[in-house]
């Protein structure tokens, strides 16, 4: 064994709260050997690792948080070992890690340590190694941190199952013990047998890490031997009782009126009232400012679907801020009641902007749209999709400006990979403006807001849908053929055709020939993309003017028909 261990290895399973939403993170790292700062590397890896992959924001999945973390590490890492410009000195090592979030782990790895999975009658080598055999039998990394300034990282999602046993070695433990071996000494940990004491140390996972260690150190190991074992003994999947008795806890208020009290706050106006929700404007004694109460209704206290979404919707609007979007503020964790205290947005929603305004000027929905994208653009920047978005979601303010509103179905990436047992059973969203993907039962991304974005910017310029309307949301549809494009120069012939052919694009069904980003829309709205008008040129008529070729068509059916009775007739 090695008189410096060049080794690293760190676990932490954090508080409830932020398992719930982070996971818990399991790593090791093995420093390459040529370099003085071999320790210094890999110590600094698992340890940097894990404190910065826990500090990115809640809303980001694990894959985006963990390779950013990791990108961020690698840099530091390469350009510190850069200023010796002597490979003794480079700060380079292997990297693996698990992190168990809700009924998944997620593996990254770089390098030849490695990450296995036992399972009864199986163990599997998860990682591959990033190695090179040469002739003498040695192997060199050709892939590690701190190596290059652009690193390609593995990673892969795996289901998890309760009895299942992870472990996490270096070369000096796995170089040494055949696969038939280490699964003599795992194997035996994995057998059912129900949940066991933790602090009784029933399965002995320290006991048996030393001695698969102690195994390779009498095979002949010459270098420093780390290995971490991890057991599943529970997943937090929740039955839909408790699910719904978490989400039910707090009270649904009755409706309310003018002059009743919700806690401290006083209610003024009723500002709406439906069948989903009611929403209030009321005052609270601390603060100058009004705010906007908003209350589920009574007929869905027994729906923890909506409730989810009631509670998701609260979760979203006190994490982003910007401007654009509408803000939700913390209340009194005193409260038995279930509601939303949000920012109070004076002015009137889109739609009745758009029945105030027949025709606006193509300057003037630029002008909105631009808004617009921004409050998308920090969903997006905070791995969210509104999946709503319509002219009702959209307020804007007597000043003029847009706030996006109503999150109860934006998707957050971060949330998506907690399992719960209140899965959709229906479509999200109003069917007119979500976007084909979601109606034929795929799933949706990034160009999915940019769809309803393009049939509100159709909207508001020719009053009407680009597409025939789907009566249902309940209506499910199997081919995106379904959507064909009607063109806003039907309607508005005063709008230059390279706008109208932007829009298409952004509505698009099927997902892979609309925009990849809002930049690039927002660019095609305010210049003629020379691509777009081209490729329109060169189509065949009936793709250009679908109702110039039936025009076209029918009147050469008529022709033919007068033809056809004058020959007759003669």
């Given at each position: ?93 292997t ?62 999602q ?28 795992l ?8 949940v ?44 839909i ?81 910007n401007?654009?979007?509408m ?56 791995g ?47 069917v007119?403006?979500?976007?084909p ?8 991304g ?52 390279w ?72």
């Amino acid at each position: 064994m090695k008189p410096q261990n060049e080794d690293a290895f760190a676990a932490l399973m954090p508080v409830k709260h932020v398992s719930n939403i982070k996971g818990a993170v399991v790593c090791i790292a093995d420093g390459v050997s040529c370099s003085d700062n071999a320790s210094e590397a890999s110590q600094t890896s698992v340890t940097t690792f894990i404190e910065d992959y826990l500090s990115t924001p809640d809303t980001w999945d694990v894959r985006t948080s963990a390779s950013r973390v990791l990108s961020s590490l690698n840099s530091w890492l390469f350009h510190r070992g850069q200023v010796s410009l002597t490979r003794q000195n480079g700060l380079v090592t292997t990297f693996s890690s698990v992190i168990f979030k809700s009924t998944s782990m997620h593996v990254l790895h770089i390098g030849d340590s490695r990450v296995y999975r036992c399972r009864p009658q199986e163990l599997i080598q998860l990682t591959r190694d990033h190695s090179l055999v040469q002739n003498n039998g040695s192997s060199i990394l050709t892939r590690a941190l701190g190596m290059d300034n652009h690193m390609q990282v593995d990673y892969f999602q795996k289901n998890l199952r309760v009895g299942d046993v992870l472990m996490l070695s270096t070369d000096g433990v796995h170089d040494m013990l055949e696969l038939d071996k280490l699964q003599a000494f795992l194997e035996p940990l994995c057998q059912d047998g129900g949940v066991p004491s933790i602090a009784g140390q029933n399965y002995k996972l320290e006991q048996v890490a030393k001695e698969i260690v102690e195994a390779a150190s009498q095979a002949g190991s010459k270098d420093n031997l780390s290995c971490v074992l991890v057991k599943i003994l529970e997943l937090p999947y929740e039955d839909i009782n408790e699910a719904h008795r978490k989400l039910t806890k707090l009270v649904i208020p009755p409706v309310l009126e003018p002059g009743m009290k919700l806690d401290d706050f006083t209610i003024e106006k009723v500002i709406y009232s439906g069948a989903r929700s009611h929403i209030y404007l009321a005052n609270h004694p601390r603060f100058k400012e009004k705010f906007a109460i908003k209350i589920p209704s009574q007929n869905f206290a027994e729906d923890p679907e909506y409730l989810e979404g009631f509670v998701r919707e609260s979760w979203v609007g006190k994490r982003v801020n910007n401007p654009a979007i509408m803000k939700i503020y913390d209340y009194s964790s005193e409260s038995k009641f279930l509601y939303h205290i949000c920012e109070y947005v004076s002015g009137q929603t889109l739609r009745q902007w758009m029945y105030d305004n027949k025709e606006p000027s193509l300057n003037l929905v630029r002008d909105l749209v631009k808004q617009i994208i921004v409050g998308l653009r920090a969903f997006q920047r905070m791995g969210m999709l509104h999946r709503d978005l319509k002219p009702e979601n959209i307020m804007l303010t007597e000043g003029g400006h847009v706030k996006l509103i109503d999150f109860g179905t934006v998707q957050v990436n971060g949330l998506q990979e907690i399992s719960s047992p209140l899965l959709e059973k229906t479509l999200v969203g109003t069917v007119d403006y979500i976007a084909p993907e979601y109606v034929i039962g795929d799933s949706g991304g990034g160009r999915s807001d940019i769809f309803s974005l393009g049939v509100i910017i159709f909207e508001m310029l020719s009053g009407y849908l680009p597409y025939k309307a789907i009566r249902s949301s309940q209506h499910k549809v199997d081919s995106y053929d379904r959507w064909q494009y009607r063109s806003l120069l039907e309607g508005r012939q005063d709008i230059p055709l390279w706008v109208d052919l932007a829009i298409k694009k952004a509505c698009a069904a099927r997902p892979s020939l609309r925009y990849q980003s809002l930049s690039e829309l927002l660019h095609d709205l305010q210049k003629p993309n020379r691509n777009l008008l081209s490729s329109h040129q060169n189509a065949p008529l009936m793709e250009r003017n679908p109702l110039r070729f039936w025009q076209v068509i029918s009147t050469i059916l008529g022709i033919i028909i007068v033809v056809q009775w004058l020959v007759l007739a003669w």
